[in-house]
Structure formats: structure tokens, C-alpha cells
């Protein structure tokens, strides 16, 4: 099997973290659009277990969720023959690119990172080294790639804009050093809320079950979860202000039915929430289906997964060096040999 290579497209860069089974969140905000990007561009997909560990993971429960990870992003349509597929500690250049970038990174500038301001209030007892300088190894992440654009869930602006003002930096006292990386960012589905507080985002590791859809869900459970969703106590389903959790349905179902969501709305005057509830709940089971029909199918083949993933890694490699033995020749680090 031929991993792509020789990148003439432009380039996009994505990862997404192993910590549980991904959500519906993460597949509308992000590996939907990854899926499609892979006809138009040379696309590089890692699982960042690295990113992980900011958080304490139970290492059996790592190992698991990092090829189950593998295993769904290959499952919701990333082609590893067609982009570049890997695991994110099987390629050394990120952690060492990492050093080199937080070096040329401000701590101010890390302090004003809302991701990690919610995730130390969320782990009070875990503020870790890494959870601060999470932004700056997800610099390296994208820019030893030379990405051009970062498809990514609006959650992670921040971070990207970080991403920019350090390749920006970099260059401005090196020369071209780094592709400048722009954000891209989904029309319908670019942040999922929590079925159970629609003003926070739908994550993962949610300690309630019912805030999030798994990707591997039951229908019954997706349905399930859909009716206990939160709403209002109005009985009109309209996108409108003010109406957080119905807003938030709408979204789901226009993102997976493809339909505007005027079409939505239309479709569901005059039929209260019950009715709308169960009916996003079963497009979403619907959409999903072949997706868990696929991973299950994966998962019984992990001589495959792991022929993928080493092949992504080498390919990842070569890409990955190029960039590091530049960056340490312009900052004066004395080659080996
Ligand atoms: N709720 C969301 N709506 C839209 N996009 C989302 N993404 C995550 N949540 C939503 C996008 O998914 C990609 C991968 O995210 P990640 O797993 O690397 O990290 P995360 O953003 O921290 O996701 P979670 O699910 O909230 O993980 P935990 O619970 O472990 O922190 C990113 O492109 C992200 O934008």
C-alpha cells in the first residue's frame, strides 16, 4: 500500500485527541470535513495522544482509545492510501519541534488561552506544564507539516491564530521558514453544544453520558439522548435567540440531513418538541450508521490498522524532517554530522 507523498496540493493539517470514543461533535466539526478535503488536497490526520496526556489518562484506556481512534477515522472515510494517517508519538519531530516553538512563544500569550483558563478550572488539581503549552506543540503539529489550512471545530480558533503568530514570528527572524496556516472552519455543525447545557460544547470526556452522541452509539441511545436533550419551554421549533438547545438540534439535524435550516424549521411548524426530538435523533442514527458498521468491521483487522498507521508514520517522517533540519539550521543547532 502507497502512503501519498510529494505533495503538489496544497496541504491540510488535522489531529484529534484520543481521550474516549469521538463524539458527534467532533465528527461534524471536524472529521466530516476532512473526509471531503481528501479529494482537492494532500492531507495529513493524526490521533495526538501527545495532546492526551495534558489530562491524566489511564494508560491501558490510552492505548485502547488511540486505535480506536485510528480505527474510526478510517471508519467515518480518511483513505490511508490517499492521506497521510498516523499516530502522533510514532513521529518524533513534533515533541522536538514543540521545544524549539515554545522558545519563541510568549507566556502571556499562553495565559490568555481559553481552552486552558476551562481545563485547569476543570482539573484543579492537574495544572500541568503541558496544559499550558498544549497551543504550542499543536504549532508544531501543523507547521512542521507546512499545512496551508487547519480544518478544525471554531473551539480551536484561538489556538490556530496562536499557530499563526508563531510561524509569523519565526519567519520574520528567519526568512520563509513556515507555510502561514489559515483556519477552516465548517458552515453547519462548527460547534455542537452539550445536549444537557446547550452554552457549553459537546465533549468527549463529559462526565454526563447524556451531553454527548458517540459516534458508536446505539440508535435506541441516540434517540434516547435526543429526547432528553435540554430545551425551553416554548413549543416552536425556530432557530432563534435565546434558544439554546432547540438551536443546537437544528444544527445536528440540518448538518446531517443536509437541509437549510429554514427547510428545517418549515418541516417541523406546528409539530411539538417530542416529534423533533426523536426525528433528529434518528437522522443522526441514520448518518451514523455506517460509520459504526465500518469501525467494527476495522477493529477485527488490527494487522491492518497497524500495517496503516506504521506506513502514515514513515510517511509522516519524511515530511515531518524536512522542517525540523531546516528550523535547527536556521537557529544554529550543529548538525550531527
Ligand atoms: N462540540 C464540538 N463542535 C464542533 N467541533 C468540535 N470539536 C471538538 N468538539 C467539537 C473539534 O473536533 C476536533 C478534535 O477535537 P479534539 O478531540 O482534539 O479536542 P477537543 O476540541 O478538546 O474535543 P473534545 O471532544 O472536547 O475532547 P475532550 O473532551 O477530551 O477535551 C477539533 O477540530 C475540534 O475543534
Not at 479529494?39 to 495522544?49: A, E, L, S, T
Not at 460547534?191 to 468527549?204: A, G, Y
Not at 421549533?237 to 434558544?243: D, L, P
Amino acid at each position: 500500500m502507497e502512503q501519498a507523498q510529494a505533495p503538489k496540493k496544497k496541504i491540510i493539517f488535522s489531529g484529534v485527541q484520543p481521550t474516549g470514543i469521538m463524539t458527534l461533535g467532533n465528527y461534524l466539526g471536524a472529521i466530516k470535513n476532512w473526509v471531503e478535503l481528501q479529494d482537492d488536497y494532500h492531507c495529513v490526520y493524526c490521533i495526538v495522544n501527545q495532546h492526551a496526556i495534558t489530562i491524566r489518562q489511564e494508560p491501558s484506556a490510552l492505548k485502547k482509545n488511540t486505535l480506536e481512534a485510528y480505527a474510526l477515522m478510517l471508519a467515518c472515510g480518511i483513505d490511508p492510501e490517499r492521506s497521510v494517517t498516523f499516530i502522533q508519538s510514532h513521529v518524533a519531530a513534533h515533541s522536538q519541534l514543540s521545544w524549539v516553538l515554545s522558545c519563541y512563544t510568549q507566556f502571556g500569550e499562553l495565559s490568555r488561552m481559553t481552552q486552558f483558563k476551562d481545563k485547569s478550572a476543570k482539573h484543579a488539581d492537574n495544572i500541568n506544564a503541558g496544559l499550558f503549552t498544549y497551543p504550542v506543540l499543536m504549532a508544531a503539529d501543523i507547521l512542521l507539516y507546512q499545512a496551508d489550512l487547519v480544518p478544525v471545530g471554531i473551539d480551536q480558533k484561538q489556538h490556530l491564530e496562536l499557530s499563526r503568530d508563531i510561524a509569523l514570528r519565526f519567519n520574520g527572524l528567519y526568512g520563509n521558514v513556515f507555510t502561514v496556516p489559515d483556519g477552516y472552519f465548517p458552515k453547519t455543525g462548527a460547534k455542537i453544544m452539550s445536549l444537557q447545557d446547550p452554552t457549553k460544547k459537546m465533549s468527549k470526556s463529559d462526565e454526563n453520558p447524556n451531553a454527548f452522541i458517540s459516534i458508536l452509539d446505539a440508535k435506541d441511545t441516540i434517540i434516547k439522548k435526543c429526547r432528553r436533550a435540554i430545551t425551553d419551554s416554548e413549543a416552536e421549533v425556530a432557530y432563534r435567540e435565546g434558544k439554546d438547545g432547540i438551536n443546537n438540534l437544528l444544527s445536528i439535524y440540518s448538518a446531517v440531513t443536509g437541509k437549510t435550516i429554514p427547510e428545517a424549521e418549515a418541516e417541523f411548524s406546528g409539530k411539538g418538541y417530542g416529534d423533533f426530538k426523536t426525528a433528529v435523533g434518528e437522522a443522526v442514527a441514520d448518518h451514523l450508521a455506517p460509520v459504526r458498521e465500518e469501525f467494527n468491521r476495522l477493529m477485527k483487522a488490527p494487522d491492518h490498522l497497524k500495517d496503516c498507521y506504521r506506513q502514515g508514520a514513515e510517511a509522516a517522517e519524511r515530511m515531518a524532517r524536512r522542517t525540523l533540519e531546516k528550523v535547527y539550521k536556521k537557529i544554529g543547532f550543529l548538525p550531527p554530522m
